[in-house]
């Protein structure tokens, strides 16, 4: 059964920086693409990131040029860089598995990891 876990959100002014953990178990990392996605208050869910088995990256207009993603297939966790924080990128941050052929999150939803930014 695949577990995701998110960590490393927090409550930061704006123009400030964080860095998301997901560590996963229960599925191989370096086997799959992962994204982020996140769910604002009174929105829906919505694609942050993605990250391919070989490393390609792509990202959601809103945080291209500010937010990072990057994998570390060893500890079995992607990463979510994010700098130049704005108070629109308050929301819940979650990741999850991709579909092999659809790209659609794939697993369940974890916890997430609240991050918060003020003006």
């Known amino acids: 059964q695949v577990q995701l876990v998110e960590s490393g959100g927090d409550s930061v002014e704006a123009g400030g920086s964080l860095k998301l953990s997901c560590a996963a178990s229960?599925?191989?990392?370096?086997?799959?693409?992962i994204g982020w996605y996140r769910r604002a208050p009174g929105k829906e869910r919505d694609w942050v990131a993605k990250?391919?088995?070989?490393?390609?990256?792509s990202y959601a207009d809103s945080v291209r040029g500010r937010f990072t993603i990057s994998r570390d297939n060893a500890k079995n966790t992607v990463y979510l860089q994010m700098n130049g924080l704005k108070p629109e990128d308050t929301a819940a941050y979650y990741c999850?598995?991709?579909?092999?052929?659809?790209?659609?999150?794939?697993?369940?939803w974890g916890q997430g990891t609240q991050v918060t930014v003020s003006s």
């Open positions: 990250i391919t088995m070989s490393g390609l990256t």
């Open positions: 999850n598995v991709l579909n092999r052929f659809t790209g659609a999150p794939s697993g369940s």
């Open positions: 229960g599925v191989t990392f370096s086997s799959r693409n």
